[in-house]
């Protein structure tokens, strides 16, 4: 099965912003935090909107206290005004697109013109509308209740942001043939316009597609219209749990389009859940394969043994003839600090990979015996190495251990009283610990000092692995905004976060070139320039919506680790040659 993602797929600009506005609220405005109304219409999100304890205002009372935020379908002035009234301070996270029909209707009405709004009539979105435009406000949802209305001296005609493209055209072709002085504008969000045309689009490759959103959202419903319009089988799910009754078998391409309320967590489940159904109705040597590839990228086994590839690579690197303590402590170190990153990070994963979360929640004991065992051993043969990469080693097991926990007492009241706390902190430090246990170990090991070669490539090591991380942030992105985690994404926002991994990874490629060209590495920088190059290349695939997040997307960016022991294998067979 092939699936495909529509690129519009997920929030749009408007309930991004609410979103974060909502998630940032408890640490900037004044509690108990209310939204008046559900601030969108995705049940997933507003309950973990009320796991942070934003609540749900119903109705306005006479007195209240703490912050009310208006809900990204925007409210009529005269309930806004209550709400001030009441004593709250109200915070307004009212799309900018809905905002500007608003002021539309708002400056129009005032000079005595009738509005006629196309949209739902019980939509919030229209019911706030109807607010601005007063007594001279009708709602129409059809034709006939279009063509039943009296003649106005002087009216304008607006739709609902998220009203059907189709249906408002005809509106505006009637309005011109029959009262030509009515002023016309075009109030559907661009990105509910992009959604509609991407999946007309979407339905004609694909055979069957999936419209992933709440099942009160206005503009996921008209999006499921629209695909069954194609006459394809059309799909409208809030969940994954949903695909089970959706008779997907022995269909060759899926499409995925979502809602602008359906955040990417969401999204991602419904894709790696498709992502496996056809592992499972396939049976024998293909159904084992899949399932020891699952196992071993949820293990963090595989991602070991990359680690291992790069140690090896490495020591060539440095003209160091590999040994199998400095690979086995590069190894076990990672399995160890890669196995705890995720045994305390389950509460990100049940929003970025929560397959993942429920396998580290059902092994957790296993798991963590494998990652003491594996961070117990990895000190052991560490301590074969010498007594400087013993302590190197001892002191990093230490760091990584106290990354969650409280150093500074709060009454000093720092902002950043963990390592954990520090923004971008989890990307760098695990950079730099591969970096140490690939390059910087094995070279210090064997040279007996810091040369300028081995600082070099344990600077090459570790932005290759930052590049790695960081591209995995930038697929957790939704996930570690909602936890309140501040990766460089985050920090940086998507489009500055691509611009780095690619200047990076460049970066890697031409320096392991020069190094070798001027003679401080082996020959063997030319090749391994190979590896940042493919990393370059998948991340250049991602951006441009040709590779999706899943298992298939994460088990080729970490092969690219086992490739440096690739190429490393074949450079020295044929150097021996």
């Given at each position: 099965?092939?699936?495909?993602?529509?690129?519009?797929?997920?929030?749009?600009?408007?309930?991004?912003?609410?979103?974060?506005?909502?998630?940032d609220?408890?640490?900037?405005?004044?509690?108990?935090?209310?939204?008046?109304?559900?601030?969108?219409?995705?049940?997933?999100?507003?309950?973990?909107?009320?796991?942070?304890?934003?609540?749900i205002?119903?109705?306005?009372p006479?007195?209240?206290?703490?912050?009310v935020?208006?809900?990204?379908?925007?409210?009529?002035?005269?309930?806004?005004?209550?709400?001030k009234?009441?004593?709250?301070?109200?915070?307004?996270?009212?799309?900018?697109?809905?905002?500007r029909?608003?002021?539309?209707?708002?400056?129009h009405?005032?000079?005595?013109?009738?509005?006629?709004?196309?949209?739902?009539?019980?939509?919030?979105?229209?019911v706030?509308?109807?607010?601005?435009?007063?007594?001279?406000?009708?709602?129409?949802?059809?034709?006939?209740?279009?063509?039943?209305?009296?003649?106005?001296?002087?009216?304008?005609?607006?739709a609902?942001?998220?009203?059907?493209?189709?249906?408002?055209?005809?509106?505006k072709?009637?309005?011109?043939?029959?009262?030509?002085?009515y002023?016309?504008?075009?109030?559907?969000?661009?990105?509910?316009?992009?959604?509609?045309?991407e999946?007309?689009?979407?339905?004609?490759?694909?055979?069957?597609?999936?419209?992933?959103?709440?099942?009160?959202?206005?503009?996921?419903?008209?999006?499921?219209?629209?695909?069954?319009?194609?006459?394809?089988?059309?799909?409208?799910?809030?969940?994954?749990?949903?695909?089970?009754?959706?008779?997907l078998?022995?269909?060759?391409?899926?499409?995925?389009?979502?809602?602008?309320?359906?955040?990417?967590?969401?999204?991602?489940?419904?894709?790696?859940?498709?992502?496996r159904?056809?592992?499972?109705?396939?049976?024998?040597?293909?159904?084992?394969?899949?399932?020891?590839?699952?196992?071993?990228?949820?293990?963090?086994?595989?991602?070991?043994?990359?680690?291992?590839?790069?140690?090896?690579?490495?020591?060539?690197?440095?003209?160091?003839?590999?040994?199998?303590?400095?690979?086995?402590?590069?190894?076990?170190?990672?399995?160890?600090?890669?196995?705890?990153?995720?045994?305390?990070?389950?509460?990100?994963?049940?929003?970025?990979?929560?397959?993942?979360?429920?396998?580290?929640?059902?092994?957790?004991?296993?798991?963590?015996?494998?990652?003491?065992?594996?961070?117990?051993?990895g000190?052991?043969?560490a301590s074969?190495?010498?007594?400087a990469?013993?302590?190197?080693l001892?002191?990093?097991?230490?760091?990584?251990?106290?990354?969650n926990?409280?150093?500074?007492?709060?009454?000093?009241?720092?902002?950043?009283?963990?390592?954990?706390?520090?923004?971008?902190?989890?990307t760098?430090?695990?950079?730099?610990?591969?970096?140490?246990?690939?390059?910087?170990?094995?070279?210090?090991?064997?040279?007996?000092?810091?040369?300028l070669?081995?600082?070099?490539?344990?600077?090459?090591a570790?932005?290759?692995?930052?590049?790695?991380?960081?591209?995995?942030?930038?697929?957790?992105?939704?996930?570690?905004?909602?936890?309140?985690?501040?990766t460089?994404?985050?920090?940086?926002?998507?489009?500055?976060?691509?611009?780095?991994?690619?200047?990076?990874?460049?970066?890697?490629?031409?320096?392991?070139?020069?190094?070798?060209?001027?003679?401080?590495?082996?020959?063997?920088?030319?090749?391994?320039?190979?590896?940042?190059?493919?990393?370059?290349?998948?991340?250049?695939?991602?951006?441009?919506?040709?590779?999706?997040?899943?298992?298939?997307?994460?088990?080729?960016?970490?092969?690219?680790?086992?490739?440096?022991?690739?190429?490393?294998?074949?450079?020295?067979l044929?150097?021996?040659?």
């Amino acid at each position: 099965m092939k699936i495909e993602i529509a690129r519009t797929a997920g929030f749009c600009m408007g309930v991004r912003r609410a979103v974060e506005m909502a998630l940032d609220a408890p640490g900037k405005h004044a509690a108990p935090i209310y939204t008046y109304g559900p601030l969108i219409h995705n049940p997933q999100v507003l309950a973990l909107f009320a796991e942070k304890g934003i609540t749900i205002l119903k109705g306005i009372p006479e007195h209240g206290s703490g912050t009310v935020l208006v809900r990204a379908h925007g409210v009529p002035p005269e309930d806004k005004q209550r709400l001030k009234d009441a004593g709250f301070r109200v915070v307004d996270a009212t799309c900018p697109r809905v905002i500007r029909v608003q002021t539309i209707i708002r400056v129009h009405a005032r000079k005595g013109f009738a509005t006629i709004i196309v949209g739902d009539r019980d939509h919030p979105e229209v019911v706030g509308l109807v607010g601005y435009a007063g007594a001279e406000g009708v709602v129409v949802s059809s034709m006939a209740e279009l063509e039943a209305l009296p003649a106005f001296d002087q009216a304008i005609i607006v739709a609902q942001t998220t009203q059907n493209m189709r249906f408002y055209d005809q509106v505006k072709a009637w309005a011109a043939e029959r009262f030509p002085h009515y002023k016309t504008f075009d109030t559907i969000c661009d990105s509910t316009e992009k959604r509609q045309a991407e999946v007309k689009q979407l339905a004609d490759r694909v055979d069957s597609v999936i419209v992933v959103g709440g099942k009160q959202s206005g503009n996921t419903q008209r999006l499921a219209e629209i695909a069954a319009e194609s006459g394809k089988p059309a799909h409208h799910v809030e969940t994954e749990a949903e695909l089970e009754s959706c008779c997907l078998d022995d269909l060759g391409r899926v499409g995925i389009t979502a809602g602008a309320s359906t955040p990417n967590w969401i999204i991602k489940r419904v894709y790696r859940k498709l992502e496996r159904l056809p592992a499972k109705k396939q049976a024998g040597v293909l159904r084992l394969y899949y399932g020891l590839i699952q196992t071993l990228l949820l293990t963090n086994v595989y991602v070991a043994v990359g680690a291992g590839c790069l140690c090896f690579a490495c020591a060539r690197l440095l003209g160091i003839t590999p040994a199998g303590a400095p690979v086995a402590v590069a190894m076990l170190y990672v399995l160890s600090m890669h196995l705890l990153n995720h045994l305390t990070g389950m509460a990100e994963d049940e929003y970025n990979d929560p397959e993942r979360a429920r396998f580290y929640e059902r092994y957790r004991f296993l798991l963590s015996l494998l990652a003491i065992a594996a961070g117990g051993f990895g000190i052991v043969s560490a301590s074969a190495m010498g007594r400087a990469a013993f302590a190197i080693l001892l002191v990093m097991s230490l760091l990584g251990l106290t990354y969650n926990l409280y150093l500074i007492p709060k009454r000093f009241g720092m902002k950043f009283r963990r390592l954990k706390d520090i923004p971008g902190s989890k990307t760098i430090l695990i950079a730099a610990a591969w970096g140490v246990v690939a390059a910087l170990l094995p070279g210090i090991t064997s040279k007996g000092t810091l040369p300028l070669a081995v600082l070099m490539v344990f600077v090459w090591a570790t932005l290759l692995v930052f590049a790695r991380t960081a591209f995995f942030d930038l697929l957790d992105v939704q996930g570690d905004r909602i936890m309140g985690k501040e990766t460089l994404p985050i920090l940086l926002g998507n489009r500055r976060t691509f611009v780095l991994l690619k200047g990076i990874l460049a970066g890697c490629m031409v320096l392991s070139a020069v190094l070798a060209t001027v003679g401080l590495v082996s020959g063997l920088g030319f090749f391994l320039a190979l590896c940042p190059a493919a990393m370059l290349t998948l991340v250049g695939a991602y951006e441009k919506g040709h590779m999706l997040p899943g298992m298939r997307l994460e088990f080729l960016v970490e092969s690219l680790f086992l490739l440096s022991g690739v190429v490393t294998f074949l450079w020295m067979l044929a150097a021996s040659s």
